[in-house]
C-alpha cells in the first residue's frame, strides 16, 4: 500500500512518535511525504520515505496528484484544526481529493490507529481491487 504523511508544524511530533509506534507496520509500506515531515520521520525511525516538497512549496499539491492519479491508498494527515498557519498544507484540498477518489484519511492519532491497525490486520486489500 502507498501510504501519505502529512503534518502540519505542531503535530510533526506527534506523527514522528506515531511512526516510531508503528515502524513495523510502515516498513511493509510506500511511505510519501511533505518534505520536512518525510525528513522529520526518517530521522527518528530510518523507515524509507519518498519526500516531496515542503507542503507550503507544492509538496501538498505532489501528494494531492498522487491522490488524484489513484496512486496513494492511504492518508495521515495529522492537523491542527485550532491554529494552523498560513504557510502550512491545506486541509481542506487533500480531504476533498481524498473524498472524491474514495482514500481513507486519518485527521488525528485515534483515526491514524484505527487506519493502521485495519491495514495490518488486511482490512484494505479492497483498495487494490479499487485500482
Request: contains cysteine; charged residues 25%; glycine residues 6%.
Amino acid at each position: 500500500m502507498n501510504i501519505g504523511l502529512i503534518a502540519h508544524d505542531s503535530k510533526k511530533k506527534l506523527m514522528q512518535n506515531f511512526c516510531i509506534a508503528y515502524r513495523g507496520i510502515l516498513s511493509k509500506n510506500a511511505l510519501f511525504a511533505t518534505g520536512t515531515t518525510g525528513r522529520l520521520i526518517e530521522e527518528v525511525t530510518n523507515l524509507s520515505i519518498h519526500k516531496f516538497l515542503a507542503g507550503h512549496l507544492g509538496g501538498e499539491q505532489q501528494i494531492g496528484a498522487q491522490i488524484e492519479q489513484n496512486e496513494i491508498d492511504l492518508v495521515i494527515f495529522l492537523r491542527d484544526p485550532l491554529s494552523p498557519k498560513s504557510t502550512e498544507p491545506d486541509a481542506s484540498y487533500i480531504l476533498r481529493l481524498c473524498d472524491v477518489h474514495n482514500i481513507p484519511i486519518a485527521t488525528n492519532l485515534a483515526t491514524a490507529e484505527l487506519l493502521i491497525k485495519s491495514l495490518d490486520r488486511g482490512d484494505m486489500e479492497w483498495r487494490e481491487m479499487y485500482k
